[in-house]
């Protein structure tokens, strides 16, 4: 049975929220892994290193798997993979083995985030107007979902490794549905084609990709560390720099006040991040009108503004109320950098069908597992607050210079049209 544009958008749509509800639980819930190694951030962000590794190590082979089994058959298999690892991820009895795991996170993810771009796009194309950033929506609020959910399973003094299983196995029983709902592969064009197209040096190479892929890499890096990071900074602006590493089972043996403000932290950190996704969810919903009234230059330009003005508002140190106000002007700004540049890559003139979205989406995931590695050397050394203030760097060259680049991306479009219509 051939699936329509709009079942396929639902489809879609579910996956991302299972993804984004599996990391919003259990990113909050990280300190607690690296404080059960009794390890520092340095150490435990090699985790993240091993993951981006893996993702750069399978990029060269995600698109003929794709090619192999199709967009719809990668995203059920990828998913599987990683919705299985994950559960043995949380629960590593040693960081040698959670390293491990990471990397078979990577192995995973490259496969999985261009398989479904694919299918996204796709389905805006055939929908005939912006729908790409209400479907990343759903990361997005599957992200604020799993955060609130594991801040509230915090607060009621509860083991987070049982929230997490237990969405795990919600993801597992909503597969089916997500695998019948996608679009077949002779609705694709991309995998429709006889050949496909090698992934050459050249295309990575291709000087108005790798200024795409900047804006990718900053999207995602901002993504990737205030959703890695933000509970650890949360936890140094409460507890200081250079707090002890105590694990969450010695805590009973600290002093009342010292235990409750370590809980408190934690708290503190998931409802960050409940209010970083929150509003990533509402930039990302509303994303498509706002491409439609302003263009996508207009979006990312506005929302490189308010993201430079959450990065301060999180640097100074003022009421925790303004620093949670920080981490949402930062969810807003960051939305819609990844959905618009993913679709603005997929028609880069000059480069064959499904190229220009492999190579973005995979570059975008190892930065946003990789970035979170430099964040976390820097943060044990410098601190946090520090380390994030010198990120606004990303988002205010967006805003500088978006308008320049993907203008040349709509000249380049048009002419190919004119091209084709001859």
């Known amino acids: 049975m051939t699936a329509t544009p709009q079942s396929a958008r639902f489809s879609v749509s579910l996956i991302f929220l299972i993804y984004g509800t599996l990391i919003g639980s259990y990113l909050p819930y990280l300190p607690f892994v690296k404080d059960r190694f009794g390890i520092g951030e340095s150490a435990f962000s090699m985790g993240f290193l091993f993951g981006a590794i893996g993702a750069l190590v399978s990029l060269p082979l995600a698109p003929w798997i794709i090619k192999q089994i199709g967009t719809r058959r990668a995203v059920l298999l990828m998913s599987v993979l990683y919705l299985g690892t994950v559960g043995f991820l949380i629960a590593a009895p040693t960081f040698v083995v959670f390293v491990a ?7 995973t993810i490259s496969t999985w985030e261009i398989a479904v771009n694919s299918q996204a796009s796709a389905i805006e194309d055939q929908m005939g107007r912006p729908v790409i950033s209400s479907i990343h929506g759903f990361w997005s609020l599957g992200t604020f979902i799993g ?30 549905t997500v695998y019948n709902g996608m679009l077949r592969r002779e609705q694709i064009p991309a995998e429709s084609t006889t050949e496909a197209a090698p992934l050459k040096l050249k295309y990575m190479l291709y000087p108005p990709l790798i200024a795409l892929a900047f804006y990718m890499v900053a999207g995602y890096m901002l993504e990737g560390t205030f959703q890695d990071w933000g509970a650890l900074l949360i936890r140094e602006l409460m507890l200081g720099r250079g707090a002890e590493i105590v694990p969450e089972h010695l805590w009973s043996l600290l002093p009342v006040e010292e235990a409750e403000l370590r809980r408190r932290a934690a708290v503190s950190g998931a409802i ?38 959450g990065i301060v508002l999180v640097y100074l140190p003022s009421h925790q109320l303004l620093t949670f106000i920080g981490f949402a002007c930062v969810g807003l700004g960051t939305a819609n950098i990844a959905p618009q540049v993913i679709k603005t890559a997929d028609s880069t003139p000059g480069l064959p069908a499904g190229i220009a979205i492999s190579i973005i989406t995979a570059v975008g995931f190892v930065a946003f597992l990789g970035g979170p590695v430099t964040i976390g050397f820097s943060g044990e050394r410098y601190g946090f607050r520090l380390t994030f203030l010198a990120l606004a760097i990303f988002p205010l060259v967006l805003a500088l210079t978006a308008g320049m680049l993907l203008r040349w991306f709509e000249r380049g479009r048009s002419r190919m049209h004119d091209e084709s219509q001859d």
């Open 147 to 176: 955060a609130a959910l594991m801040a509230g399973w915090l607060a009621l003094k509860l083991n987070g490794v049982w929230l997490i299983w237990g969405l795990i196995g919600l993801g597992f029983l909503a597969l089916p």
């Open 101 to 107: 795991l990471f990397l078979l996170v990577g192995l």
């Open 272 to 309: 960050a991040l409940a209010f970083f996704t929150a509003t990533m969810t509402i930039g990302r919903l509303s994303g498509d009108l706002a491409v439609a009234r302003i263009g996508r230059a207009g979006t990312l330009q506005i929302g490189g503004v308010i993201a430079v003005i």
